[in-house]
């Protein structure tokens, strides 16, 4: 699958279709006939595809999340998009206050050894 055939699944995916997100974001919907030859959008202009389709510019053209980002952060990713908005804060402060807590810990060990 090459990026144009990704861009047009996902719009699927969001029951949308390309003419329709390149309208919704202000751009030429003339591009499309160069997505189809292989050639990629600019920087700015990829960036807002791949926020319209929720999704991020590694997927859209390699077709694949390249990150490196473990198992255990990515899920502290997931949960903490999951939280409601008026909760993030309090999130964050308890996690620092955690990494704090422990950091402390670790140079109290690091002295008594």
């Given amino acids: 699958m090459d990026f144009y055939d990704r861009i047009r699944a996902l719009c699927k995916e969001k029951h949308t279709s390309v003419t329709t997100m390149l309208l919704e974001l202000g751009m030429s919907t003339g591009c499309t006939g160069n997505w189809k030859k292989g050639q990629l959008p600019k920087g700015d202009a990829l960036a807002a595809v791949a926020d319209y389709l929720g999704t991020s510019i590694d997927y ?12 255990d952060e990515q899920q502290l990713l997931d949960l903490y998009r999951q939280t409601p908005e008026r909760a993030k804060y309090k999130v964050l402060c308890d996690l620092e206050k955690i990494v704090e807590e422990e950091i402390e810990k670790l140079a109290k060990e690091k002295g008594a050894g």
């Fill in 60 to 71: 859209i053209i390699f077709g694949e999340y390249r990150n490196d980002i473990t198992d």
